[in-house]
């Protein structure tokens, strides 16, 4: 797939299934992650692969922060079940580093474009994806059951597999509505 189309043609799949990817596919997608805009080269990301076993280990801390959050009786239920909707899901986290000149939120923008380019990675190698953020990535207690530090930011969860119905293609957008030229 050339690199313009992918971009342009971007797309999420909700609904994944196996194969998830392979190990290289899986090593080209982290390099694609690492690989991404960074200032001062903090590397301010880390990532959490989850596959077989590993996601009924994120699916027992959803459903431990669920409870210990207080949320209804059906999410409860359900925050198991979530991360079971693919064959692998990586955590995008930002390891925030302190630095005088290179902001929290630059980071965290730092890690969003590794989750991107982590995302077509896996679509320019026939598999496909769904960046989900949600209560678990915003909850404090996620954050501690992942080990992290206060300051540091669950960017989001990139659930990865191969599609059950393809990619479902997204409405073309007129560009003319959200640019301002200046000449």
Not at 72 to 91: F, G, K, N, Q, T
Not at 110 to 115: D, F, Q, R
Request: aromatic share 8%.
């Amino acid at each position: 797939m050339k690199a313009l189309d992918l971009l342009l043609e971007r797309s999420s799949s909700p609904r994944l299934q196996e194969p998830a990817p392979d190990a290289e596919a899986l090593k080209n997608i982290l390099k694609a992650g690492i690989r991404v805009p960074d200032h001062g080269g903090l590397t301010p990301f880390r990532f959490i692969v989850c596959t077989g076993e590993g996601l009924k280990k994120l699916g027992n801390i959803f459903e431990d922060v669920a409870k210990r959050s207080h949320l209804s009786e059906a999410d409860i239920l359900r925050a198991p079940e979530l991360p079971l909707r693919a064959p692998m899901v990586i955590i995008a986290v930002t390891d925030y580093k302190s630095h005088p000149k290179i902001s929290k939120v630059e980071q965290i923008c730092t890690t969003a474009c590794s989750v991107h380019s982590m995302q077509m990675a896996a679509l320019a190698q026939s598999y496909s994806g769904i960046w989900r953020t949600g209560y678990y990535a915003t909850s404090t207690l996620m954050k501690e059951a992942l080990f992290l530090k206060e300051e540091d930011e669950i960017v989001g969860f990139l659930y990865l597999g191969t599609p059950v119905e393809g990619n479902v293609a997204k409405p073309e957008k007129d560009y003319d509505t959200y640019v301002d030229f200046w000449s």
